[in-house]
């Protein structure tokens, strides 16, 4: 069930890729364009596992966690794009709840 604050996060979302487009970040900085792609990855993700059947649509948003705990990892290795803290923090709390969708509910 989509909550009041879904909205919100979308429409913020998006005004941050628009504003890097107008202000040409995407041409000028890879790991915006790669933030990006992940944004579109991970949203049409989420869509679509609201869209599908309850028992189908929990694994495709289980597997979009994982993805993004994966993602998170990566960024700890790197260095890059968010604080190490976050990052591992993040990694960890995306693949618990990947876990508890596809073992506990």
């Given at each position: 069930?989509p909550s009041?604050?879904?909205?919100?996060?979308?429409?913020?979302?998006?005004?941050?890729?628009?504003w890097?487009?107008?202000?040409?970040r995407?041409?000028r900085s890879p790991?915006?364009?790669?933030?990006?792609?992940g944004?579109?990855?991970?949203?049409?993700?989420a869509f679509t596992?609201l869209?599908?059947?309850?028992?189908?649509?929990?694994?495709?948003?289980a597997?979009?966690w994982?993805?993004?705990?994966?993602?998170?990892?990566?960024?700890l290795?790197?260095g890059?794009v968010?604080?190490?803290?976050?990052?591992?923090?993040c990694g960890?709390l995306?693949?618990l709840?990947?876990?508890?969708?596809?073992f506990?509910?």
């Open positions: 069930m009041v604050t879904d909205p919100v996060l979308l429409a913020l979302a998006l005004v941050a890729l628009f890097g487009v107008i202000d040409k995407v041409r790991e915006f364009r790669l933030q990006a792609a944004m579109i990855l991970f949203g049409a993700m596992g869209a599908l059947a309850p028992e189908v649509g929990r694994y495709v948003i597997d979009g994982l993805l993004h705990g994966i993602c998170d990892f990566v960024h290795q790197r890059k968010v604080a190490r803290s976050d990052a591992e923090w960890v995306d693949a709840i990947a876990f508890e969708l596809v506990l509910v």
